[in-house]
């Protein structure tokens, strides 16, 4: 392990990114990992003298990010998830299978540095429960027995589990080779786009607005409002740009991720809109590490449609639309997935939030004017100039209008994601999918994922609309609804997820670095280790009510509201 590096092999890297500077930060960082399998010091150093960044800086960042290593890792990674999804599906027993056939626990790298294993936070394949990555190749619905074909390579990779009616976002998904430009042609590909550039800018905004969409990543901000304010920033030389959040990273969420792999042209298209809409020059897709499958196809995606005039200059012949997009693959961070946050990873940083205002649409990535819009929401604005803005209209309600994205999994027959009108209750949708197996009952839902909320039996009559959500204080967030069944001790999915947000604080703000690990160690001990003490319970909701309150970003604001609304329903829990 202490063999001197062969920096000869690092040339190719530095080559390919002098002259650029800190914002390619994480690209070359991601390169040259690929080559040792780690970052040594004197690679570290060399990467600072080409893009003149301190080597202070760039060991913070490193450190920042779980997925880039300082100390001697193999290019071989087996990460498997160990949050809720895949641990009530039997995940538990999959590690237990892959530590014994490899000799090796949690985090721990051979002594040839031929394989690390590890157990990580939520993959984005929670439909597919239990799963894993090797490398770059996933595996879902594992079970003990799979593990000998999982680690020769041999098991199959899974592919999308798609329902529900009209398919409008989802359409494509599992019909169409994901790789080729022309079948996507062949389906409706760029139509909407054609149609979007024979209308003025202005024109494609008030349609956005018109629609009713807003944010689907969970801020349900109204996206052609954020159009206007992007486009509507003074001409004063500054750039603008769209960047797509792709840093699907909450327990429960994978909706993004079958977009993106199955259906990747149609975010392209829907960036390019955006694009053509706010005025920007630049597009921005920020990819979780965990995606490396979505990255691929969405880098094919790029190359493709710029090689066919859909990306570049004077696109698709009208003159001064200028636009073309880089994919950025993130390296394990969930807080990225908060908007400054992301500008920061872009920029070649360490991805702490920014205090807002100014905003991002007015000073946004690089401080420049952006547009952040979350994968479904570019492919929902993408479905209305495909199908029309009358027949979108007629789907779903008055203040929901359209189609949504749902991510089902846990205890239900046929988990997936479902694409149905707005106003679909809860429990119908439970029911489209199965509903509870094996002859048991319902014990809870939760909701809107790991910053989401857990509802019981007594409000799955609640209709699927933002209305209904916010009178009902029940987040739709990005679309998750996990089961579980009268069999499942909910303290566990209530320790599952104060870990996740322990682990993923960034540490900027002392509400949330605290609070996480504090509100982690008094679930694990409930849950694992002896029991609940009397005090517990109004320790839990004095921190819940105290990372809400104070912290900096939504991921502390959210920290404890799984584990608040599980105490409310059922405190017994915790007594």
């Known amino acids: 392990m202490n063999t001197p590096t062969d920096l000869t092999l690092l040339d190719p890297i530095l080559e390919k990114y002098n002259g650029r500077r800190r914002e390619a930060l994480l690209p070359i960082l991601h390169d040259a990992q690929a080559v040792y399998g780690w970052l040594p010091r004197d690679v570290q150093t060399a990467i600072g003298n080409t893009l003149r960044v301190p080597l202070a800086d760039i060991h913070g960042v490193i450190e920042f990010y779980t997925m880039f290593y300082n100390e001697p890792t193999a290019k071989r990674v087996i990460r498997v998830c160990e949050d809720s999804a895949c641990s009530h599906a039997g995940g538990k027993a999959v590690m237990a299978a892959i530590e014994a056939k490899l000799g090796l626990h949690h985090n721990e790298t051979a002594e040839d540095l031929s394989i690390t294993y590890e157990h990580v936070p939520c993959l984005g394949m929670c439909e597919q429960a239990p799963c894993a990555l090797d490398g770059e190749r996933p595996a879902g619905d594992l079970t003990p027995d799979d593990v000998p074909a999982f680690l020769d390579g041999t098991y199959p990779e899974p592919n999308a589990k ?64 954020k159009w206007r304010f992007t486009r509507g920033q003074p001409e004063d030389g500054s750039e ?148 029309g803005l009358d027949a979108w209209k007629a789907q779903g309600t008055e203040s929901s209008p359209g189609t949504k994205l749902f991510c089902l999994s846990g205890h239900v027959e046929k988990p997936g994601i479902y694409e149905v009108p707005f106003g679909m209750t809860i429990s119908e949708i439970i029911e489209m999918a199965g509903g509870v197996p094996n002859g048991k009952s319902l014990q809870a839902v939760l909701m809107g994922g790991a910053a989401g909320v857990f509802i019981g039996s007594d409000k799955l009559d609640t209709p699927l609309t933002y209305e209904d959500s916010r009178a009902s204080n029940i987040p739709l967030g990005s679309g998750v609804i996990m089961v579980f069944d009268e069999t499942a001790d909910l303290r566990q999915p209530m320790y599952e997820l104060s870990r996740f947000f322990a682990h993923e604080s960034c540490g900027k703000c002392f509400p949330c670095q605290l609070g996480s690990q504090r509100q982690m160690e008094i679930l694990d001990r409930i849950a694992n280790n002896g029991g609940a003490k009397s005090t517990d319970k109004q320790a839990l909701l004095d921190l819940g009510f105290t990372m809400t309150e104070t912290s900096l970003c939504g991921l502390g604001q959210t920290a404890a509201s799984a584990v608040v609304s599980a105490i409310e329903i059922w405190p017994e829990l915790v007594e």
């Not at 976002?169 to 079948?183: F, H, I, Q, T």
């Not at 054609?194 to 944010?215: D, F, H, R, T, Y």
């Not at 394990?332 to 997935?337: D, P, R, T």
């Open 240 to 387: 603008k740009h769209v960047v797509i959040n792709a840093d699907e990273s909450e327990p429960g969420t994978f909706k993004d991720r079958c977009l993106m792999e199955e259906d990747p042209f149609a975010v392209i298209e829907g960036t390019i809109i955006a694009g053509y809409a706010t005025g920007a020059e630049n597009g921005w897709i920020f990819v979780r590490g965990e995606y490396p499958r979505s990255a691929k196809r969405l880098r094919n995606a790029v190359d493709e449609a710029r090689k066919a005039g859909y990306l570049g200059k004077n696109i698709l012949g009208v003159a001064g639309f200028n636009f073309d997009i880089e994919v950025r693959v993130g390296a394990g961070a969930y807080i990225c997935g908060e908007e400054t946050a992301l500008f920061e990873a872009i920029e070649g940083k360490r991805g702490f939030p920014r205090i807002k205002p100014p905003f991002p649409t007015v000073k946004g990535l690089f401080m420049q004017p952006t547009a952040v819009n979350n994968v479904e929401t570019v492919v929902a604005a993408l479905a209305v100039f495909n199908e």
């Open 162 to 225: 798609p329902y529900g009616a009209p398919l409008w976002l989802l359409k494509r998904v599992g019909k169409v080779d994901p790789l080729s430009l022309a079948e996507y042609e062949a389906n409706e590909g760029f139509e909407g786009l054609k149609k979007a550039i024979k209308m003025e800018p202005m024109a494609v905004v008030e349609l956005v607005e018109n629609s009713g969409i807003v944010g689907r990543g969970g801020a349900m901000f109204p996206t052609g409002r």
